[in-house]
């Protein structure tokens, strides 16, 4: 359960690409160890947004506070120090193939962190028991499912001891009968106190982790509210509209 301190403010971002206004002035808090989903349409800006919450893209305006105090994005020993406190998953999971997972976990502790490689190693090995991989850390990517391929990516942000994760449709490339294994270890973050900023199309799954839930749509929070709300009882009538028709989707896809 969250409580009401915010451990991450992100305030009126704004990002173009030439004429290409993809965010319009978000913001948003994450408490610490909430769990926030972002719902919208394909090209409404979620991405973006995760993306610039982590610096990977450079905003056009807007501020980012990590446990209230402003990130200054160019300062590269600051941003190193936030982005080991703030986890990026991402759709296509990002693994270094010529690695096989235990050093795809174990590379970041050593090389960001500074850690003994025989403590990295340890951390790593715990971080993969965590998300049920153990048995297969001897294993190449070309070797893993995609779900295991995605807990692979969950375990190496994981071992940065991060104090909150940002999750970018985590189960969108994988197969259906995969995403069940992804979503255990979600929960199971969840249910340890993870703060989480969670982007999904994924109805059933949003509703029953999230606290709040943002339906973003042309660059901007349309409405946001508790699951019940948003999903069931919006009063934005495109809020309706959308989850209405991914409502229909997942229930014709059980």
Known sequence: MADQTPVLRIQNIKKSYGDNKVLKGVSLELNRGGIKVVIGPSGGGKSTLLHCINFLVGLDEGRIYLNGKEIIHNRKRELTAYRQKVGMIFQDFNLFDHLNALHNVLIGPVR???????????????????????????????????????????????????????????????????????????????????????????????????????????????????????????????????????GRLHNNSS
């Open 112 to 246: 960001v962190k500074k850690l003994p490689k025989s403590e990295a190693r340890e951390r790593a090995v715990a971080e993969l028991e965590r998300v049920g991989l153990r048995d297969h850390m001897t294993k190449y990517p070309a070797e893993l499912s995609g779900g295991q391929k995605q807990r692979v990516s969950i375990a190496r942000a994981l071992a940065m001891d991060p104090e909150v994760m940002l999750l970018d449709e985590p189960t969108s490339a994988l197969d259906p009968e995969l995403i069940g294994e992804v979503h255990e270890v979600i929960r199971d973050l969840a249910s340890g106190g993870m703060t989480m900023l969670l982007v999904t199309h994924e109805v059933g799954f949003a509703s029953s982790l999230a606290d709040e839930i943002f339906f973003m749509e042309d660059g901007k929070i349309v409405e946001q509210g508790p699951p019940q709300k948003i999903l069931f009882n919006a009063e934005c009538d495109r809020t309706r509209e959308f989850c209405a028709k991914i």
